[in-house]
T-cell receptor, first 112, second 114 residues
Framework: KNEVEQSPQNLTAQEGEFITINCSYSVGISALHWLQQHPGGGIVSLFMLSSGKKKHGRLIATINIQEKHSSLHITASHPRDSAVYICAVRFKGGTSYGKLTFGQGTILTVHP | GAVVSQHPSWVICKSGTSVKIECRSLDFQATTMFWYRQFPKQSLMLMATSNEGSKATYEQGVEKDKFLINHASLTLSTLTVTSAHPEDSSFYIC??????????FGPGTRLLVL
């Protein structure tokens, strides 16, 4: 069964802390996405990874294909980073181009 | 970057009526679009894959006669919730992948059925 597991489900941090959110998946993938969903509901694609590491501002995403694991890091966290972070993967062999399977999401709250 | 729009952003309707939600890719062509629903404090649930020029592919447990999908052009897919009932109240989101695989999500539509 194609599954995606995220941890932790809830994360509370103080402003300035380094944050890590983890994502594990069950079988081979074509790509992994990290998404951000704000309270209003809109979803923003932060990263798409198939190998290695990507960095954008204070956000860093890494993926280890052999271990079937990815991490999203936020350096110097800020209250505006408070959101739900979702890991989504495109499993290999799917019949629909772009079809994603989603993790359950991590609710991040950063306090000032 | 690429943009996907949805309309309307909010809709309130009476039980028994039908509601149409539009999803548009504004600056790229999307032969495939995806429709999701999301309940409070839960992750996205894929409802169906919308294919331009052919029938949509529905996920298990999603009624195709209840949720009608039409993908009439390379930039527009519509989801019609037919004979809506209060249990259909939810947040509906669409997404479209570009040729490079990046997914762009619409802002979502909140449906409340009274």
């Amino acid at each position: 069964k194609n599954e995606v597991e995220q941890s932790p489900q809830n994360l509370t941090a103080q402003e300035g802390e380094f944050i890590t959110i983890n994502c594990s998946y069950s079988v081979g993938i074509s790509a992994l996405h990290w998404l951000q969903q704000h309270p209003g509901g809109g979803i923003v694609s932060l990263f798409m990874l198939s190998s290695g590491k990507k960095k954008h501002g204070r956000l860093i995403a890494t993926i280890n294909i052999q271990e079937k694991h990815s991490s999203l890091h936020i350096t110097a966290s800020h209250p505006r980073d408070s959101a739900v972070y979702i890991c989504a993967v495109r499993f290999k062999g799917g019949t629909s181009y772009g079809k994603l399977t989603f993790g359950q999401g991590t609710i991040l709250t950063v306090h000032p | 970057g690429a943009v996907v729009s949805q309309h309307p952003s909010w809709v309130i309707c009476k039980s028994g009526t039908s509601v149409k939600i539009e999803c548009r890719s504004l600056d790229f062509q999307a032969t495939t679009m995806f429709w999701y629903r999301q309940f409070p404090k839960q992750s996205l649930m894929l409802m169906a894959t919308s294919n331009e020029g052919s029938k949509a592919t529905y996920e298990q447990g999603v009624e195709k006669d209840k949720f009608l999908i039409n993908h009439a052009s390379l930039t527009l897919s519509t989801l019609t919730v037919t004979s809506a009932h209060p249990e259909d109240s939810s947040f509906y989101i669409c997404s479209a992948p570009t040729g490079g695989g990046t997914q762009y999500f619409g802002p979502g539509t909140r449906l409340l059925v009274l």
